[in-house]
């Protein structure tokens, strides 16, 4: 009876642990971000485990039902949609909920580490690692110009994801703060496009340039530091 956090690819559907396989293929049933997601993935390896959705909209009822099937003794397994669950994706609130009703059986949450488009884009992007600030998603609307100030002040890099809808604003925004804020600024960014995958592409130098440069397709990763 254990809730397993299992990390699964972020694009190439070789990364994947064999430990996450074992437990994909052994649990009584995998919760999924979006159920028809997953499914690829379980068909690629013809796993056959049943399947629900748990997702940030999902109700407390649906925790209360994934608890009781944890105090029936099942052993379970969390997915996101790609990448660690509860990075920038569900899984925080119900493993709050599982360590407050049941505190003694903390350790019956167990993470199965693996793929994780932060630390994939981190450990390509040539910048020190030992500190780094990550911001998930810039803000659709509001609080956008207090994102990019802090973005602009950080004495570590600083990760944050970006959908390809808003790429290109997100960077012209961000060097516009640079711009208003400090005047002009050395300052060097790392846009991970599609990592991989087929388009995976590494955009690196300063923001202007990396704007000009992207294509704006695919997933992206962007890490900047001030220097
Ligand atoms: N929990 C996931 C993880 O650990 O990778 C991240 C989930 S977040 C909702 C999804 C965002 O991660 C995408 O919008 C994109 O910014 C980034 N991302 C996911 N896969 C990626 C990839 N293959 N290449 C670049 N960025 C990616």
Do not use: W
């Not at 052994?26 to 997601?37: K, N, Q, V």
């Not at 056959?48 to 994934?66: A, D, G, R």
């Not at 609307?141 to 570590?156: G, I, P, Q, T």
């Not at 600024?185 to 388009?199: D, G, I, N, P, Q």
């Amino acid at each position: 009876m254990a809730l397993y956090i299992v990390s699964t690819p972020i694009g190439n559907l070789q990364d994947i642990t064999l430990r996450a396989l074992d437990i994909l293929k052994s649990a009584d049933l995998i919760l999924c971000e979006d159920t028809r997601e997953t499914k690829k993935l379980l068909g690629h390896y013809d796993i056959k485990t049943p399947t629900i959705s748990y997702h940030q909209h999902s109700q407390f009822k649906k925790i209360e039902y994934i608890i009781q099937l944890l105090d029936e003794g099942k052993n379970l397994a969390l997915v996101s949609d790609a990448g660690t669950p509860g990075i920038s994706d569900p899984g925080n609130q119900l493993i709050a909920e599982i360590a407050r009703v049941s505190p003694a059986q903390i350790a019956q949450v167990s993470p199965v580490p693996g793929p994780s488009a932060l630390t994939a884009a981190a450990s390509a992007s040539g910048f020190p690692m030992d500190k780094f600030i990550f911001m998930g998603f810039p803000p659709a609307k509001k609080k956008r110009r207090k994102f990019f100030e802090e973005v602009s002040l950080a004495k570590y890099p600083v990760i944050f994801y970006e959908s390809p809808y808003r790429i290109l604003k997100t960077l012209k925004e961000l060097e516009a703060t640079y711009d208003s804020s400090h005047g002009p600024k050395e300052t060097l960014v790392v846009a991970c496009r599609e990592l991989t995958k087929k388009f995976e592409t590494i955009y690196r130098g300063a923001i202007g340039q990396v704007a000009k440069e992207i294509v704006p397709k695919g997933e992206f990763v962007v890490i900047v530091k001030n220097k």
